[in-house]
């Protein structure tokens, strides 16, 4: 009966790879999730940030019940974040599970309720923030649905905890909203939000990090080779858990700070056994780790205000990770991604490389506007437009391996 069972179960898996090896006859666009969604962030990242100084600053209206502050943290995170989550979790499901990717009407239904939930936080004022919220919370829900379902069809169930994850930021977003409705101002659910982000970054960067570095050195035939995750990892992520959940509950005080201490100092820790300064010649390996590195500084810097609230401002510790860390992070892995799957060398071109300083860039301008108050405006221009350059990079580099099928 075992041998019986044992052999269907490798007849389904065959079955499942021959399927999912199977062309996709349909527009090159909806063959795979990151085409859509990538190209979808990459030019959501530059709109709404063109359009942020100016809104924040009064020059122009937007017809959404947010708040300046909140419509830009909110489009950043569930707008340019959640769209760079459906694209790299609809390509690496497959990989993960055997079975087809999901592509075509499915892809096309899950394209458009994102950008239903665009429209919808947009124009939030005029349709009411309730319909808002269930046009927009709906993305991230369906998305989860759709995650664990492969996970748990393809018998990938050491995965099922990142659908979870992909729910978890789906009610937050709900949350989100509702602060916004009744207290004015999403101030907890906002930094719920970004700690979800860094812990998804802590989760996934934890393993493709330490993998496509052993794959890279162990092409060019070095012999030292990343730690794997393994149960130490676990514990730094136990850490980082807790001390991200107590951040969102009390950002400004010490304790708070004593365990984001600990959590970046670990993370530091875990990023050290990945033999990352090895590979200064590759700017697509090299910069996930500066990805990684940059959500480890982000506790330090949150721990610094925790420790010092009068001298270092909250939003400090949240731009290193915000822009740092998950604007890193996410151009590191849609560069890396849209070039392995459109049959593309894994090379960092020259405007690749632009994208990345020009991050590095908006980072440093957005840190200084923090502490050069006379030069609030003007240098919270010239982040944005460090930032809106860089992904606008990206959407032109990489457009055509979008439309254009080869891998």
């Keep these: 009966m075992r041998t019986a069972c044992?052999?269907?179960?490798?007849?389904?898996?065959?079955?499942?790879?021959?399927?999912?090896?199977?062309?996709?006859?349909?527009?090159d666009l909806w063959s795979r999730g990151f085409r859509p969604f990538f190209l979808a962030a990459g030019l959501w990242a530059a709109a709404a940030i063109a359009v942020w100084p100016p809104f924040?600053?009064?020059?122009?209206?937007?017809?959404?019940?947010?708040?300046?502050?909140?419509?830009?943290?909110?489009?950043?995170?569930?707008?340019?974040?959640?769209?760079?989550?459906?694209?790299?979790?609809l390509t690496a499901v497959p990989n993960w599970t055997g079975r087809p990717p999901v592509a075509g009407r499915a892809l096309v239904a899950l394209?458009?309720?994102?950008?239903?939930?665009?429209?919808?936080?947009?124009?939030?004022?005029?349709?009411?923030?309730?319909?808002?919220?269930?046009?927009?919370?709906?993305?991230?829900?369906?998305?989860a649905c759709v995650i664990g379902r492969e996970v748990v069809a393809g018998r990938n169930r050491r995965n099922v905890k990142v659908a979870g994850l992909v729910l978890l930021l789906g009610l937050v977003n709900a949350v989100f909203h509702l602060e916004v409705a009744l207290e004015g101002t999403a101030v907890?659910?906002?930094?719920?939000?970004?700690?979800?982000?860094i812990f998804l970054i802590l989760l996934i960067g934890g393993r493709v990090v330490p993998s496509f570095t052993h794959n890279w050195l162990a092409a060019r035939g070095i012999a030292q080779r990343p730690v794997p995750f393994n149960r130490a990892d676990g514990m730094v992520m136990a850490l980082s858990g807790?001390?991200?959940?107590?951040?969102?509950?009390?950002?400004?005080?010490?304790?708070?700070?004593?365990?984001?201490?600990?959590?970046?100092?670990?993370?530091?820790?875990?990023?050290?056994?990945?033999?990352?300064?090895?590979?200064?010649?590759?700017?697509?390996?090299?910069?996930?780790?500066?990805?990684?590195?940059?959500?480890?500084?982000?506790?330090?810097?949150?721990?610094?205000?925790?420790?010092?609230?009068?001298?270092?401002?909250?939003?400090?510790?949240?731009?290193?990770?915000a822009i740092g860390a998950i604007g890193t992070m996410t151009l590191a892995i849609m560069t890396r991604a849209t070039l392995g799957h459109s049959g593309q060398a894994l090379k960092a071109s020259r405007a690749t490389l632009a994208s990345y300083m020009l991050v590095a860039v908006a980072l440093a301008l957005r840190l200084a506007m923090i502490f050069a108050t006379g030069w609030t405006v003007p240098l919270m221009y010239?982040?944005?437009?460090?930032?809106?350059?860089?992904f606008v990079v990206f959407a032109i580099g990489y457009g055509p391996y979008f439309f254009n099928r080869r891998g």
């Design 6 to 27: 044992s052999s269907h179960e490798r007849a389904c898996r065959m079955r499942q790879a021959a399927e999912a090896r199977r062309p996709f006859g349909g527009a």
């Design 56 to 89: 924040f600053s009064g020059e122009i209206t937007i017809p959404t019940a947010f708040p300046p502050l909140d419509w830009h943290v909110h489009e950043m995170i569930y707008g340019f974040g959640a769209a760079v989550i459906a694209g790299f979790l």
């Design 111 to 143: 394209a458009a309720l994102w950008l239903a939930g665009r429209g919808a936080v947009f124009l939030s004022a005029k349709i009411g923030w309730l319909a808002a919220l269930v046009v927009d919370c709906g993305f991230l829900l369906v998305l």
């Design 188 to 197: 907890v659910s906002g930094r719920a939000a970004v700690a979800l982000l």
């Design 242 to 321: 807790a001390a991200l959940a107590l951040w969102v509950a009390l950002p400004h005080d010490r304790p708070t700070g004593a365990l984001l201490l600990a959590a970046g100092g670990a993370n530091l820790w875990r990023l050290s056994r990945w033999q990352g300064w090895r590979t200064g010649s590759d700017g697509l390996v090299l910069v996930l780790h500066i990805g990684f590195l940059l959500a480890a500084a982000g506790f330090l810097a949150a721990a610094a205000h925790a420790f010092a609230p009068g001298a270092i401002p909250v939003a400090f510790g949240i731009h290193v990770w």
């Design 382 to 390: 010239l982040a944005a437009s460090a930032w809106v350059a860089a």
